[in-house]
Every structure is written in structure tokens, then in C-alpha cells.
């Protein structure tokens, strides 16, 4: 009897044991779940006002950086470099204070910096191909260049710290990896003050060849645009099946070469119907037998 009396309480005690338990946890519970939702929102408020700070930051080092008159690609890289790093901070910092230990994460993403070097290598290709472009400084801000690879050209507006923005000269924005810019060839149109035209114009068999090299001179002379220190050519270039080529070549102030340009080439076009210089058109001469 006394031997089934304590198998009895042998089997009820540890029930009885872990209700106990589940009914401390549950009373327990509410408060971790107030101290928790009190942790998220001075992790908020934290964030919000640490983020004020580094706006705030930000500004008054591209205030500093204007005032020195640096690079706008070095202010923009910068600008990119410390909003970057400053927010890894601060999420290190919340992580803290919800029992994260820094050592311990340190050690973690320590070890774990091989494999985020391999999955990131382009991402630190680039990182590294924009301190290039900032320290050996091929392009600048507000250059116009063209990336040989692609063919890829426009005005450069942005150098951020793992991409440079171009806009087209039809507004499109094109975005190139720093990392590819760094390690390609590519040509800077605007780095020199001047930039040489180049334009070949066909005129008939027929036509006046000496008057149209006059006319041809007098225009560039004239153009406000045209650098007159400069070398100023009006030559034969070629004699093709239907027309004689005239090159002409002279140098433009670069900010006005494309305006410049395009104001020539009108010229051109009034000035010969006016003098009767043909200029002929791509044909083919067809004899039927």
C-alpha cells in the first residue's frame, strides 16, 4: 500500500512541477514583452536622432569641403563614404543594446570576412576603382567623357562611392560601376579648354571647287566660336565616286562645340545653295542593254 502511495506522488509532483513552470513564464511574460516593446521604441527614438545627427554632420563637412574648394566628386564620394559608415555604426550600437555583444559580432563578422570579401568583391572592386578615380582623377565632375568599352558616354554628374552617374545629352541617366571606370580606357572630351572640329563636306564633280574652299574659309573665320590662334585647314580630302571630299579643320572653345558646330554645318548648307555648290547625294547610274 504505502509502496503504490509513493508511486502515486512520484508521478503527480512533476505535473504539478512543470504547470508551475508554464504558469510562471506566462506571468512573466507581459512584463518581458513590456520591456521589450520599450527597448524597440528607444531603439527608434535612438535611430531617429542619431540619423538627425549625421544629416546634420554631413552637411557641415560639405559646407568645410566647399568652403576649401574641393573636387564635387571628392565631396559626393565622401558624403557617401560617411553616411555609409555611420550607419553601420549606429546599427552596431542598437544591436548592443538588445544583448548583442560588440565582441562577439566582431569576431563573428571577423571570421566571417572571407566569405563576405568573395561575395562582395565586386562591390570592393568598385569601392577601390572610386578612390582611383578621386586620387588619380581621369574625369571630374562635370566632364564629358566616353567609356571606350561600351561606348557609353555623357556628362559626369555624380562620383558616389561605388558608382558614377552620366547624364546623355538627351537627359538619360547611365549608371557605371567605379570599379569598371578604373580599370578601362575611356576618353575625357572636356578636360582641355578647346576641342578640335573635324567636318567633311562632298560638293559635285561639277561644281566650283576653289569657290567653295573660300566660302568654306570665310565661314570659320567668321564664327565667333572658331579659336583663331589656332591652326585653321580647308583641304581636298578625298575624291570619292560622285563627290570631292573638302575636310575642314579647326579648334572651338569647349563649352561652345557643339552649338558652334551645328551652327557651321547651317552655314554651309545657305552659303553653297546661294553660290549654286552642289552637294550631291548617294546615287546609282543603271544601264539596261
Known amino acids: 500500500m504505502t509502496d503504490r502511495i ?26 518581458q514583452i513590456f520591456q521589450f516593446g520599450i ?33 564635387a566628386g571628392v565631396i559626393q564620394f565622401l558624403d557617401s563614404f560617411i553616411k555609409i559608415s555611420l550607419y553601420i555604426i549606429i546599427l552596431f550600437f542598437i ?16 571570421s566571417a570576412g572571407v566569405a563576405i570579401g568573395l561575395a ?23 566632364d564629358y567623357i566616353i567609356e571606350d568599352t561600351h561606348k557609353n558616354e555623357g556628362t559626369v554628374s555624380e562620383i558616389q562611392i561605388f ?10 541617366v547611365i549608371v557605371l560601376p567605379n570599379g569598371a571606370l578604373a580599370n578601362t580606357s575611356l576618353t575625357n572630351v572636356t578636360m582641355s579648354d578647346t576641342r578640335r572640329l573635324d567636318l ?5 564633280y561639277s561644281s566650283n571647287l576653289q569657290l ?10 567668321q564664327d565667333p566660336s572658331v579659336i583663331l590662334d589656332l591652326d585653321r585647314n580647308v583641304f581636298v580630302d578625298a575624291l570619292g565616286n560622285s563627290a570631292v571630299s573638302l575636310g575642314i579643320r579647326c579648334y572651338l572653345k569647349n563649352d561652345d562645340y557643339f552649338i558652334a558646330k551645328w551652327r557651321i554645318l547651317e552655314k554651309i548648307k545657305i552659303q553653297f545653295d546661294e553660290n549654286e555648290i552642289e552637294i550631291p547625294y548617294q546615287k546609282l547610274d543603271v544601264h539596261i542593254k
Not at 512520484?10 to 507581459?30: A, R, Y
Not at 560588440?102 to 563578422?109: E, G
Not at 558608382?163 to 538619360?172: A, M, R, S
Not at 567633311?200 to 559635285?204: A, F, K, L, Y
Open 39 to 71: 527597448k524597440v521604441i528607444l531603439a527608434l527614438a535612438v535611430f531617429v536622432i542619431l540619423s538627425k545627427l549625421i544629416y546634420l554632420l554631413r552637411k557641415l563637412v560639405r559646407k568645410s569641403l566647399v568652403k576649401a574648394g574641393s573636387d
Open 95 to 110: 544591436a548592443s543594446g538588445f544583448g548583442v555583444d560588440a565582441t562577439s559580432a566582431a569576431a563573428v563578422i571577423g
Open 200 to 204: 567633311v563636306i562632298g560638293i559635285s
Open 6 to 31: 509513493n508511486t502515486e506522488l512520484e508521478t503527480i509532483i512533476p505535473d504539478q512541477f512543470e504547470v508551475g513552470m508554464i504558469e510562471s513564464i506566462v506571468k512573466q511574460l507581459p512584463g
Open 212 to 221: 567653295a574652299k573660300q566660302i568654306l574659309e570665310t565661314i570659320i573665320d
Open 163 to 172: 558608382y558614377t552617374k552620366l547624364i546623355t545629352p538627351d537627359q538619360k
Open 120 to 142: 562582395l568583391q565586386g562591390s570592393l572592386s568598385n569601392l577601390a576603382g572610386g578612390i582611383l578615380i578621386l586620387v588619380l582623377k581621369p574625369f571630374k565632375v562635370g
